[in-house]
């Protein structure tokens, strides 16, 4: 029986072979060694395993692989490579809004959504659209500095 | 602004943000076995004896017997056990570990673990202990006396909660043996604290012993001392393991239910008011230390040292005491004692005054110490007290004046509102003479033939740019590029013991020993050569010493100060609240770096706030944690405090690098205070116990609507 599940992992198809019920987050950590996706709860709670899934920012500890089959799947890995990325970590650095960085993989693709979404956002935008990834360290206003920075500085990118 | 404070693109950012960082977790070497704890699921039983399930090969169990050294993890008392022997003492007490090389049937046979326990009877709540591990009192002047006098006393009572420091990371250590010498890596604050606990309890030599820190996701007090017992555990798995390395990495259920957190407290104060000014205070503590006392003692000290806040008080009676249950021990987190006792003096100071019909800023700053004034162990304020500056400020800020006077007229809406605020210090350093007496911080700098000079310190960064702000100070001195000065992870057999990362000392103590390190090393800079030069801790002539004994001299060599206002608004059908506001100004010399203390403000800040309201954790009568995940526990997201406002009052410290003094653990203390105090003036009620939720809320606009009909 065929059990392989082929799907785009930073822009290269892959094919996995394994269980249909394992989560994505364990397999981009095991099978992939994308260790920037980071686990800080396994319950969907905490947002540092979020990944791009076509396009959507989820949590990959919420995704079976079963889920994955033909599916585009960006981690931070992938996204470190992009010319947005080149601008929102500019952003981040110029107002050091990385802090222990546990929660910056997640949070640096929370931020492109916000960007993909309202390429001008306003405070309560990227706030809104940050809020399922949890910071204890900056109290999310550096991080939401480096959201507006990167919107003004990356103009068309988004 | 001085140069240094300009910020600069932080020496770990780019490993952080494209994902390449290495946390413990995220090493898969060749070999790796998994280590999972069997814990015990009763707060107080007898260990009868233990039935391992049929093992696999490959897989095994360590505990008690297998600890070659002392079955001891050393942190200050030496009780806390590496693996359980007669006796369990709190739900979560480790009694093995079941290691192996496949994670999920290590955690099937963990759990198919037969342990017999004869459960013993158990305290599990403060009220009802009734042993104290440690008992201090201290004071001054004549306070019956002052009662006597007084115009009017006030005596109430406070309650704290939990509070669980929520490090996105949860804790990790990897370890191995290898000829003969034990490896621990892993999220750790404090290098040589574990360094020394595996002495003893490996019986090994310190050559020995080697502790890595790898990129930590986070500490805020968590990863201070219970690395220290986790490394216990998984070294004695490494010694069985014949070569292979073993990682114990937790999840976050098992982080939250079973490591360390911030004490409950319940604090009594009796407070004698004459002339509008407070002249007797009696204080009485009580912290939860849990079921071993790991680092309570320090913990009681810093609380009770700050209990009468910043507040001048002629005549003083202190007493505090660190209980045992049969709960999870608690331990270090950002403010180590003092936000118990601030929360505490603070709504006290509210209550006075709103009692007298003034204006709780204007009563506390007329009670407030000056420089020059005795504090409350009969040491000095030796350096200014910028708190009137800083409360002006945060009054402009934040409209306060108008909002306390709008707010302060009787509402009936729906919504209703109030604003709040505290005042507060935080003792920079180690308390009393643990830096002199103990630590004995050394530091090096090891410059290079091509001219390099690289930072060899036992501090650990763990978000707070240590590993920035300390290259920016010995480049500044040595006129170096930035580039040109570097600063890795602390591994034990390269560095000298610094000291550990607590205490909001590294900067100002480990940072000023740099500078002076860079000072020499200018002076005998030998191009093309390689070159160390070391440089130790000395104290201050200024200081005048503590004795711990009668808590007199100088607790702290200086103290950072805070300000801070919280507007709220108060739903009165739902109890729910929201933050409108918040502002704050903090003084902690000056800033190394702009950005960096900012994040470390704004984020200790919001941690305070947090801890007032939304962060609720309970315990229930067996002893067991009951709020074990993010769904239950709630942590501050990005919407809950939309308007967070911070500024920074420089006063310089002359002994600190380049006036900078102790900043990480500050903007935490007193915010809890503030939020309250707002939350107070909307009710219409005094309020003497935090987390507070919406239900309470609720409960005193219901009894309120009883007491009008």
């Known amino acids: 029986m065929d059990n392989s599940i082929e799907f785009i992992l930073n822009g290269q198809p892959v094919t996995y072979r394994g269980s249909a019920t394992a989560r994505l987050l364990d397999v981009l950590r095991d099978t992939y060694r994308q260790t920037g996706v980071k686990c800080g709860c396994k319950e969907g709670e905490c947002g540092a395993c979020s990944i791009i899934l076509d396009g959507r920012l989820v949590n990959s500890c919420m995704v079976a692989m079963g889920r994955v089959g033909g599916s585009d799947v960006l981690t931070i890995e992938g996204y470190a490579l992009t010319p947005q990325f080149k601008v929102l970590d500019a952003a981040y650095a110029s107002v050091s809004a990385a802090q222990c960085g546990y929660c910056i993989p997640g949070m640096l693709l929370a931020s492109e959504c916000v960007l993909r979404t309202h390429p001008n956002p306003t405070e309560e935008q990227i706030r809104e659209g940050i809020s399922g990834n949890l910071c204890r360290c900056t109290g999310y206003n550096a991080i939401v500095k480096a959201v507006q920075s990167a919107a003004k500085e990356g103009a068309g990118l988004w | ?709």
């Open chain 2, 1 to 709: 602004m001085l140069d240094i404070s300009r910020s600069v693109a932080k020496k770990d950012h780019a490993p952080k943000t494209n994902g390449s960082a290495m946390y413990v977790g995220d090493f898969a070497p060749d070999g790796l076995l998994y280590g999972q704890l069997v814990r015990s699921p009763y707060a107080r039983a007898k260990v009868l004896g233990i039935t391992l399930p049929p093992l696999p090969e490959g897989y095994f169990t360590v505990d008690a017997s297998d600890v070659p050294g002392v079955n001891q993890v050393h942190i200050v008392k030496d009780d806390t056990p590496v693996f359980a022997e007669d006796t369990v003492e709190f739900i979560g007490d480790p009694v093995l570990m079941l290691v192996g090389p496949n994670e999920e049937e290590v955690a099937r046979l963990a759990a198919a673990v037969q342990v017999a326990y004869e459960p013993l009877p158990a305290v599990t709540d403060i009220q009802s202990a009734d042993t104290a591990f440690f008992t201090y009192q201290f004071g001054r002047g004549d306070v019956a006396q002052a009662f006597h006098t007084a115009d009017k006393v006030y005596e109430e009572s406070f309650e704290t909660g939990y509070q669980e420091q929520a490090y996105l990371e949860t804790q990790g250590l990897m370890a191995d043996y290898v000829d003969g010498k034990v490896t621990v890596h892993g999220s750790l604050q404090c290098p040589y604290y574990i360094h020394g606990a595996l002495i003893k309890a490996l019986g090994l030599s310190p050559d020995r012993v080697r502790v890595v820190q790898d990129a930590t996701g986070g500490g805020f007090g968590g990863k201070e001392d219970y690395p220290s017992i986790l490394a216990c555990q998984v070294a004695v798995a490494a010694i069985k393991a014949n070569g292979k390395p073993v990682r114990v990495w937790f999840g976050r259920r098992e982080d939250i239910e079973f490591t360390s957190k911030r004490h409950p407290s319940l604090c009594v104060y009796k407070v004698a008011v004459k002339d509008g000014r407070v002249t007797a205070m009696d204080i009485d503590v009580t912290f939860n230390a849990g079921a071993y006392t790991t680092l309570s003692a320090v913990v009681l000290q810093r609380g009770i040292i700050a209990s009468p806040g910043v507040y001048e008080v002629p005549n003083l009676r202190v007493q505090g005491r660190a209980v045992k249950t049969n709960t999870v021990p608690n331990g270090a987190y950002r403010g180590f004692g003092a936000p118990q006792t601030f929360f505490a003096v603070e709504m006290m100071m509210d209550h006075i005054a709103r009692d007298r019909g003034e204006d709780p800023l204007k009563f506390k700053l007329a009670n407030a110490s000056v420089q020059g004034a005795m504090t409350s162990t009969s040491g000095r304020y030796h350096f200014p007290v910028p708190l009137p500056r800083m409360a002006e400020t945060v009054r402009h800020m934040s409209g306060y004046d108008q909002k306390w006077q709008a707010y302060a007229a009787p509402q009936t809406g729906r919504y209703r509102k109030g604003i709040g605020m505290s005042i507060w210090f935080h003792g920079a350093g180690f308390t009393g003479s643990g830096e002199r007496d103990h630590i004995k911080a050394v530091t090096k700098l090891h410059k290079y033939a091509d001219g390099r000079v690289e930072i060899l310190a036992s501090q650990a960064e763990i978000g707070q740019g240590i590993c920035t702000t300390l290259c920016k100070i010995v480049a500044n001195e040595l006129n170096l590029p930035l580039d040109s000065v570097f600063y890795e992870y602390p591994d034990t057999d390269r560095v000298p013991d610094s000291g550990p990362t607590v205490a909001s000392r590294s900067l100002m103590t480990v940072g000023e020993l740099l500078r002076r390190a860079a000072i020499r090393l200018r002076s005998q800079w030998r191009d093309g050569e390689e070159q160390v030069v070391e440089e130790h801790f000395t104290e201050p002539d200024f200081v005048i010493p503590f004795h711990i004994e009668t808590f007199e001299g100088d607790a702290y060599p200086t103290y950072a100060w805070a300000a801070c206002a919280a507007e709220v608004t108060v739903d009165t059908l739902t109890g729910v609240n929201s933050l409108t506001g918040v502002w704050a100004c903090f003084d902690v010399g000056t800033p190394m770096d702009e950005n960096i203390v900012m994040g470390q403000m704004e984020g200790g800040l919001l941690q305070g706030l947090g801890y007032a309201s939304m962060e609720q954790m309970a315990a229930d009568r067996q002893g067991r944690i009951r709020n074990n995940s993010f769904t239950d526990y709630i942590i501050p997201t990005s919407v809950d405090v939309p308007v967070m406002q911070v500024k920074l009052h420089v006063e310089e410290y002359p002994h600190g690098p380049y006036g900078a003094k102790g900043a990480g653990e500050l903007p935490l203390v007193g915010a809890a205070a503030a939020y309250m105090a707002a939350m107070e003036q909307a009710l219409g009620a005094n309020i003497r116990h935090i987390p507070f939720s919406a239900e309470d809320a609720l409960h005193i606009l219901t009894e309120n609507q009883k007491e009008v009909r």
